[in-house]
T-cell receptor, first 115, second 116 residues
């Protein structure tokens, strides 16, 4: 069975601190796709990144970086020098490559960034 | 503008009164999906559709129906709503995830449903 675990329910940091959001997944598929989404207080869901299971290259986009480690089934997300605008709920998700591309989301991590 | 639209955005109804939440996308996406979001549970997939006339159950399909008669539309039907279906519902669309581009799911703005 597939599962996505975001063990951190809430994280609170002070502006300019670095913060890492953890994501651990379970799947028996050899090919799958991992995603991170952001849900700001306004409620919409915003795509951040997609990673294919066969591509373990880490990625950096401005203050955001992602560490994909297949050996530990983890896809962690780091925000460097956090800002108040980063306050949001962040979701990790896994989509299968078989069975119609079913998608499983983690429960989300709520990040508070205080000024 | 590329978008996923949902209607209505807010709905308060009573137990047993059939309702439909519409979802439409203008990006010619093959894949569409419905999720419900509940506190502490993240988003849970209700139904998804790979293409016209092809639908499949997600993790929480009980009490819901869908249809995909046209590529752009994917309505969610609650034949006999119950209070435990009170939730925030999101529709999403994307191109096939195995295609070699970004393939994020584009989400609609959400429909907040309350069943009394």
């Amino acid at each position: 069975a597939q599962k996505v675990t975001q063990a951190q329910t809430e994280i609170s940091v002070v502006e300019k601190e670095d913060v890492t959001l953890d994501c651990v997944y379970e799947t028996r598929d050899t090919t799958y796709y991992l995603f991170w989404y952001k849900q700001p207080p306004s409620g919409e869901l915003v795509f951040l990144i997609r990673r294919n299971s066969f591509d373990e290259q880490n990625e950096i986009s401005g203050r955001y970086s992602w560490n994909f480690q297949k050996s530990t089934s983890s896809f962690n997300f780091t925000i460097t020098a956090s800002q108040v605008v980063d306050s949001a709920v962040y979701f990790c998700a896994l989509t299968r490559n078989t069975g119609g591309f079913k998608t499983i989301f983690g429960a989300g991590t709520r990040l508070f960034v205080k000024a | 503008e590329a978008q996923v639209t949902q209607n209505p955005r807010y709905l308060i109804t009573v137990t047993g009164k059939k309702l439909t939440v519409t979802c439409s996308q203008n990006m010619n996406h093959e894949y569409m999906s419905w999720y419900r979001q509940d506190p502490g549970l993240g988003l849970r997939q209700i139904y998804y559709s790979m293409n016209v006339e092809v639908t499949d159950k997600g993790d929480v399909p009980e009490g819901y129906k869908v249809s995909r008669k046209e590529k752009r539309n994917f309505p969610l039907i609650l034949e006999s709503p119950s209070p435990n279906q009170t939730s925030l519902y999101f529709c999403a669309s994307s191109s096939r995830v195995d295609q070699p581009y970004r393939n994020e799911q584009f989400f609609g703005p959400g429909t907040r449903l309350t069943v009394l």
